[in-house]
């Protein structure tokens, strides 16, 4: 059972959901989960048990929780009807036993989609390998979204904007993290970021490489292509720490740092790092 959980989880994790994953840790008495059992949740779905009946509702309670908060914790559940002086979670249940459940989160690694396989997406792609992030390349340019060009990438998608578009969904487009639009064409950008924006439902979040005048006009396109101010507020342009970069690889560092600082939670620009 343990690796069939394992399996799942993974699974999900490569479509872009975070997971909650209980594991029962000890066990005292007679309980219905021994330890090495496995229970995992993402948002709407459940695979795995730790014993089931009224536990197994409590543990998925729990989970449901900390997926919310993204805060582990290690909770031990007394299968009584009253704790009677001791810690833990007293469940209605005449088995008598203890175990202890630690529970954590799992969030996906990054998996970028490199739209265009110029030299920043070679620099950012080299630059999320020591990090162990997944990549992806999409470019209508057959020969720079090669597999010879490419041997480490997740896809290598050799097609145009409409193509690609017509491909996927909102759901197929969740399995990648972020989207960042390096095209050697403003038009093949611009298409790819109306298209994504009408499938897009807050993943994968989408960067685009480019001036402020360049994103001024896709703003003024997009905006006449019936999509919204909010969505296109959800698009990071440029991207990209502001740290002076002008090669390839630091601007790869750049954008690299300000996807690390979004999944960490904090602002680059804050001065809190001399504290």
Known sequence: ????????????LREGEPVALASVITAQGSVPGKPGAHMAVTESEVFGTVGGAGLELKVMNHLREILESKQGRIETYQLQKEATGKAGTPLNSLCGGILTVAMEVIEPMPHILLAGGGHCAQAIADASAPLGWSVSVLDARP????EELWPDAEECIAAEPGVFLSRETTESLARFSHILLLGHDWAIDEALLIGLLERNEGRPRIGCIGSKA??????KSAIQAGISQNSLDTVICPIGVTIGAESPQEIAIAVLAQIIAEIKGVDPASPSWRD
């Open 214 to 219: 360049k994103w001024r006009a896709f703003e």
């Open 1 to 12: 059972m343990t690796q069939r959980v394992l399996e799942w989880v993974t699974a999900r």
């Open 143 to 146: 020969e720079y979204a090669s």
